[in-house]
C-alpha cells in the first residue's frame, strides 16, 4: 500500500479505537432533496466538528462545504440513475480520479449491485477505480447499495457482496447491518462500515445498531438519515461517537445523548427550511 494510500486511511480510521465515524450525505445524488437535507450546508455544517469522515458528491461538496475545512472527504463517485426508475442498478462512474485528487478526497465510493441487472458495470467500475486508486494513493469505498428487486439485506447476500468487493480491491467495504452480521466480516478482509438506512423508530434503535454492527467486528459506521433527520443531530452524532471510539454501552450513549440534548435544545432552524 502507498504512503497516500496508508495517510489517507490513517486520517479517517482512528489509531486507537481503529474505527471510524463518517456522516453520509451523499443522497441527493439519487434521491433529490431528501427530508432534512434540503439545505445541505446548513445540516452539514454544525455536524462537521463531530464526524471523522464526510461522504457526499463533488455538487455539494463544492457548494456546501469550505474550502477550508479539515473533515477527509468520502467522495461518492457513482451515479446515474434516480428514484424514479426501477432499476436503481445502472450507474456509470460519474466523477474522475483526477477531479477527486483535484479536491483532496481521502477516498472515493462507487455503488455495487452484487445480483442487480447491472452487477458485471458496478463491479469492473470498482475494479477500474481501484486501479486508479492506487496510482493516485486514493483509496476505494465499495457500497454494497441493494436494488429495488434486491430488498434482502441478510447475511448470505451482503457477505457475498463484501467479499467480491474485497475480492475486487476495494479497501473499505460499507454494508447494512443484519442478523448474523459476524458472518459478514469474517468473510471480509477489509475494514467494514455500517449504513444506518432510513430512519428508525427511535435513536435507541439506532445506536443499538451501531453498537451491535461494532461489537460484531464493523469498523465503524457512515450513517446519514438517522442523525440529521434525528430531533438533535449533533446530540446523535456525539452519541454514536461514544459507542463507535469509546466502546460506550447504549445506556451509556443514551445519557450522552440525553445531556447533549438539553444543552441543544432545538435543530437548527436553518437545517428544516
Ligand atoms: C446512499 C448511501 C448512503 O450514504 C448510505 O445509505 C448511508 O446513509 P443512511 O445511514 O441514511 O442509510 O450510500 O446510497
Known amino acids: 500500500m502507498s504512503w497516500g494510500l496508508e495517510n489517507r486511511l490513517a486520517r479517517m480510521f482512528s489509531p486507537t479505537s481503529t474505527n471510524s465515524l463518517m456522516l453520509a450525505v451523499d443522497h ?11 439545505n445541505a450546508r446548513a445540516t452539514i455544517t454544525p455536524l462537521l466538528p463531530h464526524a471523522d469522515a464526510l461522504a457526499l458528491t463533488r455538487g455539494i ?16 463517485v457513482s451515479g446515474g440513475a434516480t428514484i424514479l426508475q426501477e432499476d436503481l442498478s445502472h450507474e456509470a462512474i460519474t466523477t474522475s480520479m483526477i477531479e ?4 483532496n478526497v481521502s477516498a472515493v465510493a462507487l455503488s455495487v449491485f452484487v445480483g442487480a441487472p447491472h452487477e458485471h458495470e458496478s463491479l469492473t467500475h470498482l475494479a477500474g477505480l481501484v486501479n ?11 457500497i454494497t447499495a441493494v436494488g429495488k428487486e434486491l430488498e ?34 469474517e468473510g471480509c478482509p ?17 445506536l443499538e445498531l451501531a453498537r451491535n454492527a ?14 440529521w433527520q434525528s430531533d438533535h443531530p449533533v ?12 466502546k460506550a454501552s447504549v445506556r451509556e450513549a443514551l445519557d450522552v445523548l440525553a445531556s447533549e440534548r438539553a444543552r441543544t435544545p432545538v435543530r437548527d432552524p436553518a437545517a428544516t427550511a
Open 28 to 38: 441527493g445524488y439519487f434521491m433529490g432533496p431528501t427530508h432534512h437535507l434540503e
Open 61 to 76: 461538496l463544492r457548494k456546501c462545504v469550505d474550502p477550508s475545512a479539515t473533515i477527509p472527504i468520502v467522495l461518492r
Open 100 to 103: 477527486a485528487a483535484r479536491l
Open 132 to 142: 486508479e486508486g492506487e496510482e493516485y494513493g486514493i483509496p476505494v469505498m465499495a
Open 152 to 185: 434482502k439485506r441478510d447475511a448470505r447476500y451482503l457477505a457475498l457482496a463484501c467479499r467480491v468487493s474485497a475480492e475486487l480491491g476495494a479497501h473499505i467495504v460499507k454494508t447494512y447491518y443484519c442478523e448474523d452480521f459476524s458472518r459478514v466480516v
Open 190 to 206: 477489509v475494514p467494514l462500515v455500517v449504513a444506518g438506512g432510513p430512519k428508525l423508530d427511535s435513536d435507541r434503535a439506532a
Open 214 to 227: 461494532i461489537d460484531q467486528g464493523a469498523h465503524g459506521i457512515d450513517m446519514g438519515r438517522n442523525i
Open 235 to 246: 446530540a446523535m452524532l456525539k452519541a454514536l461517537r461514544a459507542i463507535v471510539h469509546e
